[in-house]
């Protein structure tokens, strides 16, 4: 079987396109898609910054791993030190760094790249780069608010971390792949992706509109919630 059938050979162009809802994290988007046989569907895409996540791993093969509320899962769950591409034009790997400051009062002298993952294919954007992060030091981690007030940090082995992940326990998705990873990488010495590679998944669309409105090098979250579709457009 070609390569061309396994993939697919339907072009589904979007007919239309209309914004629902704005905020400061996502927006979404309702498109007019044309499918195999010409019907059109409706589709809402959750519009995404995209996002990037760290694997610190200290010279003992130990991760640093966080526990914080998630309000959406409604508990608490196992995470890695992440954070939003909510800064115009920001490099990812740059936002990786101050990422790893902030939540867990580290930097790293050598990164490498673990993988490029969507999260929620199904109606999300959203794309996260996952590094790791080695050759640690500590130092001063600013002051938290909200959620990140109440997170706590700890140091896992990599086998343990494994553990976890096998008995269910790490059920945050970036937080499993993650792990999963490193754990090539620290157990079995498999070489990570050069943490310079371009991050060709990174979604742009809501970033670009943003720009428009706020201007190079701004803040993108610093927008007002606003629905936006039409009275009888929302179901």
């Known amino acids: 079987m070609s390569k061309q059938a396994e993939q697919g050979t339907h072009d589904f162009e ?3 396109t209309e914004i629902l809802l704005e905020a400061p994290i996502m927006a979404v988007r309702r498109d007019k898609v044309r499918m195999p046989g010409g019907r059109i569907a409706n589709r809402e895409i959750v519009e995404h910054f995209g996002a990037v996540a760290v694997v610190a791993a ?32 920001e490099d990812p790997l740059a936002a990786a760094q101050r990422e790893l400051v902030e939540e867990a ?6 990164w490498g790249v673990l993988t490029d993952m969507f999260t929620s294919p199904g109606f999300a954007e959203e ?18 608010d909200d959620e990140e007030a109440d997170m706590t940090q700890q140091w896992v082995p990599i086998d343990e971390a494994m553990g976890r992940v096998m008995r269910g326990e790490v059920q945050n998705a ?22 310079d590679e371009p991050f060709e998944m990174r979604p742009t669309r809501l970033a670009r509109r943003r720009e428009e409105q706020l201007g190079a090098g701004a803040d993108l979250k610093r927008v007002r919630t606003q629905l936006v579709a039409p009275a009888g457009e929302v179901d």
Request: glycine share 8%; net charge positive.
């Open 14 to 16: 979007a007919v239309s």
């Open 58 to 89: 200290d010279e003992d093969g130990r991760i640093c791993l966080l526990t914080q509320w998630r309000q959406a899962a409604g508990r608490r769950l196992i995470e890695l030190p992440a954070g939003l591409l909510d800064f115009s034009d």
């Open 105 to 110: 009062g580290l930097e790293a002298a050598r």
């Open 127 to 144: 794309a996260v780069r996952i590094y790791i992060a080695r050759d640690l030091r500590t130092v001063v981690k600013p002051e938290a």
């Open 174 to 195: 970036i937080a499993i792949s993650g792990i999963s990873l490193a754990a090539q990488v620290l157990l079995h010495g498999v070489t990570p992706r050069s943490a």
